[in-house]
């Protein structure tokens, strides 16, 4: 396992290790070109391997968020079995996802960027998931201060693959004050509601007049605990139906730091973005120069499919089917206002 650091022409920096695909630092200028680490994390890939469980800046796969009771029918077949490791359900993958396996890296670089292209191969049953499914992610950091992701799988049998990366962003700088000031607007007019356990159950529910509206752009915190009590949550965990048209990359939210001027931009050819106001974060992990991460000290823009698709026959599609090739791009763009 080892680190690698991508630097642009702008002194940007991206660093990332080949275990879990995970990002661990990501410093970028504010408005006075005074660089911060926005990303939350650990320094070493010994502290990853012992206690993620946050899942700091991982790929998540093979399927992002949750899957009801473990279970979905595909093509005619029960899938059963796959591992329960949140309550009765399935999250990101399992007990060993795409987060705690080694990925083979390979430095690249092109115009206007350098990256890393990642591999895995995720072997049949793997996780419960049929099919051998050779996963590669492409990391760039561009000379336009992109993060950009580039996702493609392949399968031998017919499964399901719903693959994100689980990057926290404070754009104060990792150890900064709470984002919750941050203003943040999602380019969405619905949302999946969930039951109890975080499981869409299939309703798609307009955003107007209530605390998920994120239409106008408004601080993160103003509305973080209705949230919390509308969806039994604890605060913003949510996929928002992003407003595009099914593979078109388009710009799925903007999250703003009014101090420091640093904003980020996420396009996405996926239909959904899972906004998680970091509830879980607790105070009992220290990260990078031993900062403790507080509750909300940090949160998420996972592009993905909606959770639970395979449950839910009229959400759009994760069936991979051999001889197709899955594709996916999701870039974070940063700048200053
Ligand atoms: C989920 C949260 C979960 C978190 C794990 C998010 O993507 O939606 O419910 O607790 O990941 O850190």
Not at 103 to 127: H, M, P, Q, R
């Amino acid at each position: 396992m080892e680190f690698f650091t991508l630097e642009n022409k702008n002194g940007m920096k991206l660093k990332l290790t080949n275990f879990g695909g995970i990002v661990s630092e990501i410093h970028v200028p504010d408005r006075d070109g005074t660089l911060a680490d926005v990303t939350l994390g650990f320094e070493t890939v010994e502290e990853y391997q012992d206690h993620n469980d946050a899942y700091f800046g991982a790929i998540i796969g093979r399927f992002g968020n949750r899957i009801g009771d473990c279970s979905f029918c595909l093509d005619g077949t029960y899938v059963s079995g796959l591992h329960a490791n949140d309550g009765k359900n399935h999250l990101h993958g399992g007990k060993r996802g795409f987060d705690k396996v080694v990925w083979d890296a390979e430095e690249i670089s092109g115009d206007g960027f350098t990256g890393v292209k990642l591999s895995y191969l995720s072997k049949d049953g793997e996780e419960g998931y049929p099919g051998n499914l050779q996963a590669t992610v492409i990391y760039k950091l561009t000379d336009a201060n992109e993060w950009v992701i580039e996702y493609e799988a392949t399968a031998d049998k017919t499964t399901v693959y719903n693959p994100t990366n689980h990057a926290y962003f404070n754009l104060a700088g990792h150890a900064g004050p709470s984002p919750l000031d941050h203003e943040l607007q999602i380019n969405s007019e619905f949302y999946t509601a969930t039951d109890d356990g975080g499981i869409p159950t299939g309703a798609i529910v307009p955003v107007a007049g209530c605390g998920m509206d994120f239409r106008q752009a408004k601080a993160i915190g103003q509305d973080v605990d209705e949230a919390g009590v509308v969806s039994s949550r604890g605060g913003f965990d949510h996929n928002w139906v992003i407003d595009k048209r099914p593979d078109e990359f388009a710009l799925a939210a903007t999250a703003w730091d009014p101090k420091s001027g640093r904003e980020m931009k996420v396009y996405t050819t996926e239909p959904g973005v899972q906004f998680y106001s970091g509830n879980f974060l607790d105070g009992s992990l220290k990260g990078k120069g031993g900062t403790v991460y507080q509750k909300r000290s940090g949160f998420c823009l996972e592009t993905q499919h909606f959770p639970n698709s395979p449950n839910i026959g009229h959400f759009p599609t994760t069936t991979l089917r051999p001889g197709e090739v899955f594709k996916s791009k999701t870039v974070y763009a940063f700048g200053v206002r």
